[in-house]
T-cell receptor, first 109, second 113 residues
Framework: DGGITQSPKYLFRKEGQNVTLSCEQNLNHDAMYWYRQDPGQGLRLIYYSQIVNDFQKGDIAEGYSVSREKKESFPLTVTSAQKNPTAFYLC????????FGEGSWLTVV | AQSVTQLGSHVSVSEGALVLLRCNYSSSVPPYLFWYVQYPNQGLQLLLKYTSAATLVKGINGFEAEFKKSETSFHLTKPSAHMSDAAEYFCAVSGNNDYKLSFGAGTTVTVRA
């Protein structure tokens, strides 16, 4: 089936560690996005990529990094520089209509 | 820059009653407008989108929304609420050449039996 696959669904991070969230899509979309969701704040854009080997910062990029080496893949790394990483992370793809994956929960322990 | 404001963070309705979720947008260009629904611990599912083809947009699950330029609004309605409509709903906007979405804060809908 076509869609966006995020993994893992649940992830725990210790202080000082970097963690990487996976996002794969088979919708043949050029554009991909990462959003962060916190309760009562809607979704905020972290990074987006319009084409392979290119990406731009969104509204809250500090403490995050991404790569776009393949059209299907857009992994997000949450670095130790992100001071408050506990959140629900959503990957999305598309242009005129944007579709979302099922999300990943990251918790700092 | 585009933005949306959702009025009311929580709406409670009785089963069978009208559901009305309010969204106002701010955009310097004709916008694309969207409504998404999110069930607990899941991603967002597109309910409907407005792209200037028609002001009344019909979506999935019996929802519809009307674009009113004079009021800069894009309110979501459903004539008769069902228990399965309990979820969080997000209004979002993007520009014609800037397809990044800007989201409202969301409205949680609860349905009373």
């Amino acid at each position: 089936d076509g869609g966006i696959t995020q993994s893992p669904k649940y992830l725990f991070r210790k202080e000082g560690q970097n963690v990487t969230l996976s996002c794969e899509q088979n919708l043949n979309h050029d554009a991909m996005y990462w959003y962060r969701q916190d309760p009562g704040q809607g979704l905020r854009l972290i990074y987006y990529s319009q084409i392979v080997n290119d990406f731009q910062k969104g509204d809250i990029a500090e403490g995050y990094s991404v790569s776009r080496e393949k059209k299907e893949s857009f992994p997000l790394t949450v670095t130790s520089a992100q001071k408050n990483p506990t959140a629900f992370y959503l990957c999305a793809s598309g242009i005129n209509t944007i579709y979302f994956g099922e999300g990943s929960w990251l918790t700092v322990v | 820059a585009q933005s949306v404001t959702q009025l009311g963070s929580h709406v409670s309705v009785s089963e069978g009653a009208l559901v009305l979720l309010r969204c106002n947008y701010s955009s310097s260009v004709p916008p694309y407008l969207f409504w998404y629904v999110q069930y607990p611990n899941q991603g967002l599912q597109l309910l409907l989108k407005y792209t200037s083809a028609a002001t009344l947009v019909k979506g999935i699950n019996g929802f519809e929304a009307e674009f009113k330029k004079s009021e800069t609004s894009f309110h979501l309605t459903k004539p008769s609420a069902h228990m399965s409509d309990a979820a969080e709903y997000f209004c979002a906007v993007s520009g014609n050449n800037d397809y990044k979405l800007s989201f409202g804060a969301g409205t949680t809908v609860t349905v009373r039996a």
